[in-house]
């Protein structure tokens, strides 16, 4: 399941959560039940707006030795 990030421009919070990519989250409310969280002082009814963020990479595997082979023009 995909990981999000959402901030919370009343209270300047960024919270992370995992949900399906169909999902909406709109309020902070609705963020901090998804996380499991207390709100704390800030209104429940609080817009979010999620936080574009890098993707992470993922590794085929191979050596470090063997891209060092296929890129070194040299060999």
């Known amino acids: 399941m995909p ?3 959402y ?7 960024v ?4 949900h399906a990519m169909s999902e ?13 969280r207390e709100t704390g ?3 429940e009814d609080a817009p979010v707006e999620r ?3 890098g993707g992470s990479v993922v590794s085929s595997g191979l050596s ?3 891209w060092y ?3 070194d023009s040299s060999l």
Do not use: K
């Open 51 to 53: 936080v574009i963020t």
């Open 7 to 13: 901030r919370c421009p009343e209270n300047g919070e």
């Open 41 to 43: 002082g800030t209104r």
């Open 64 to 66: 470090s030795a063997y």
């Open 69 to 71: 082979w296929i890129f």
């Open 24 to 36: 909406h989250v709109a309020t902070w409310g609705e963020l901090c039940r998804m996380a499991g």
């Open 3 to 5: 990981t999000y990030d």
């Open 15 to 18: 919270v992370e959560v995992q």
